[in-house]
């Protein structure tokens, strides 16, 4: 929770979210002994294409509730929270237990992974562990109904026990809305500029955010793509229309405010992702006024809400129909400016951590 690239940051932002309102203690370094021994066995499996998840096993959620157990036994705390519910599968106490994450085991596998062998240790000794955080938490916050709503279908759990309370925007820095008001005004609309981040080339969807930058510029609209992260597979050939960032590391101030100055310079955001829990990226860019355009795919709608922040197309959509959406709102400079400003006020209403954190307070004291 201490660093700003684990898990895009967001560990570290549900800690200082939890600091607004609370004196908040970190139970942390917690051994890996146990977990490692498992190591050579995913790499095992990983040579027949068979998915094995050290983080699962009954001995490593053991270990690691001994471990948690040892550290709060002398302490009086009044709730836990956390993001991976393996971790208290098998903690034995009293004090409510809050999960706040974007999806569950069962989701994240059926989802992420739905045309994958997974190891059958991994699903049997998974869904045990989650059914025992789930059956033994107070309350249950994901971050999209898309979640909740697959939660229910995997698991017996009580309905009123799940929440949905998005995740706010990884960032540390974030313009004020005035700045962000009078910098949309002032944008230079000749060049329509894209852009799309994400490390994962191929899930992210990056070749067709290529293919869709490529086709405004072939229906007379000059547009440049930013792609900030990932890198293409050495056998595709980049057209001019694209610029390849390499990945900018938020701990870092340089490739901080180089991120910031690619954000506030860009007309749309893209995320074309084949696969996606939530899409944190989605809520950075309506803090920057940035209208998402995005594939309708798991969580996203807990951060993309149609004709507000952004516009959720189907997968299966064509590219001329992304394309000519982009292009109607760029050349019409009152209908862009309003699209930026629902982006942002959708931002500071639904995706700021500060008002996320107050909800979150009124959850834990509930």
């Not at 860019?285 to 922040?309: E, P, R």
Request: with cysteine; glycine share 4%; proline share 2%.
């Amino acid at each position: 929770p201490k660093n700003l690239i684990s898990w895009s940051g967001t560990n570290y932002f549900i800690f200082r979210t939890l600091r607004q309102n609370f004196d908040v203690k970190i139970i942390s370094p917690l051994s890996n002994k146990i977990r490692l021994l498992y190591l050579f066995k995913r790499y095992f499996y990983s040579l027949f294409s068979i998915k094995f998840d050290i983080d699962r096993p009954t001995l490593v959620a053991k270990d690691f509730a001994k471990q948690i157990k040892k550290k709060i036994s002398d302490k009086d705390y009044d709730f836990i929270v956390t993001s991976d519910t393996y971790l208290v599968s098998f903690l034995k106490t009293l004090k409510p237990i809050f999960i706040f994450t974007d999806c569950l085991f069962a989701t994240y596998y059926n989802h992420y992974f739905k045309n994958h062998k997974i190891h059958n240790q991994t699903l049997k000794e998974g869904n045990y562990s989650e059914i025992l955080s789930l059956n033994k938490s107070k309350k249950i916050i994901l971050t999209s109904n898309w979640a909740i709503k697959d939660a229910l279908k995997n698991y017996r759990v009580a309905k009123d026990k799940f929440i949905y309370l998005p995740f706010g925007a990884n960032l540390t820095a974030i313009p004020s809305k005035k700045e962000i008001y009078i910098n949309t005004k002032k944008k230079n609309m000749k060049t329509c500029i894209l852009i799309s981040i994400g490390v994962d080339w191929d899930r992210k969807g990056m070749s067709k955010v290529v293919n869709l930058v490529d086709k405004i510029n072939d229906l007379g609209q000059t547009s440049k793509l930013y792609i900030v992260g990932a890198k293409p597979p050495n056998n595709i050939q980049l057209s001019k229309n694209v610029v390849l960032i390499n990945f900018l590391n938020k701990n870092n101030f340089l490739d901080k405010r180089k991120l910031f100055n690619l954000l506030k310079k860009s007309h749309f955001h893209i995320l074309f992702s084949r696969f996606e829990a939530y899409g944190i990226v989605n809520a950075e860019a309506s803090s920057f006024g940035l209208y998402s355009v995005v594939h309708d795919v798991g969580g996203i709608s807990g951060a993309v809400v149609n004709n507000v922040n952004g516009i959720r197309f189907s997968k299966t959509d064509k590219i001329d129909l992304i394309a000519n959406h982009i292009i109607n709102i760029f050349r019409n400079k009152k209908k862009f400016i309003k699209k930026s400003n629902l982006s942002r006020d959708y931002y500071d209403k639904n995706l700021n951590w500060k008002i996320i954190g107050n909800k979150l307070k009124k959850i834990i004291l509930n």
